[in-house]
């Protein structure tokens, strides 16, 4: 069976577009555009990245990059390093932090301000869930009608509709709508598996 080895720095953005679930890339997707993130969107981005196999060092080169692209960023790098080592278990009590789970993200208090962290398929408004469907994932109006219907009766089957629509035919694996690692591993399975169809059928 192949391996796994994680992310690296360099392929962060094609693996983030390709393969995150929609809580982690909305996330991703505002720190690169205000290159700031705050306490509880970086427990639970931080601790995914981690979950997914980037190492530390990546870590504190994808966040300080981003951190100092902003006028107050060079100042915030130590505050983040100090941070991200801390998720890790390398500060404090070093406790080795565990990726949180789809109830845990979904369980927090909606964000205020320029805050973004929780689960979209929970915190959501119908349009803006849409646009931001259309927006990333270039969804056609009948994919996002059924994915805003399911995601009525449960926001977890919203996300499983979602990677139902994005990976036509794979079947993921049971944590689907458990756990955001979940989705990143059916997503990045998937994709290997096809492209091992594909090299057979060339
Ligand atoms: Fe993330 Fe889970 Fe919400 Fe999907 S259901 S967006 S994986 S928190």
């Known amino acids: 069976k192949e391996k ?4 690296v720095y360099e392929n962060l953005n094609n693996i983030a577009n390709q393969h ?8 991703y997707d505002n720190f690169k555009q205000i290159h700031t993130m705050k306490h509880w969107g970086r427990l639970q981005f931080g601790m995914f990245l981690k979950g997914v196999g980037m190492d530390i060092k990546d870590t504190i080169r994808f966040f300080s990059n981003e ?5 107050q960023g060079e100042k915030k790098v130590k505050e983040y390093q100090y941070y991200i080592e801390h998720m890790y278990g390398k500060q404090g009590k070093k406790t080795d932090y565990t990726p949180w789970s789809c109830q845990k993200v979904a369980g927090k208090n909606i ?16 349009n803006a ?11 056609s109006a009948e994919d996002i009608e059924e994915i805003l219907a399911d995601k009525k009766t449960d926001y977890t089957r919203g996300c499983k509709k ?24 059916s997503s990045y399975w998937a994709s290997q598996k096809r492209k091992t169809i594909d090299r057979q059928t060339d």
């Open 4 to 7: 796994f080895n994680g992310i």
């Open 20 to 27: 995150f679930p929609l809580c982690m890339l909305e996330i």
């Open 67 to 71: 951190l100092k692209k902003s006028a």
């Open 111 to 126: 964000p205020t301000g320029n805050e973004v962290y929780g689960c979209p398929f929970k915190f959501y408004s119908d």
């Open 129 to 139: 869930l849409k646009q931001t469907l259309e927006k990333k994932k270039g969804l």
């Open 162 to 185: 979602l990677f139902e629509k994005t990976h036509p035919g794979a079947i993921p694996n049971k944590g689907l709508g458990r756990h955001p690692n979940s989705y990143f591993s």
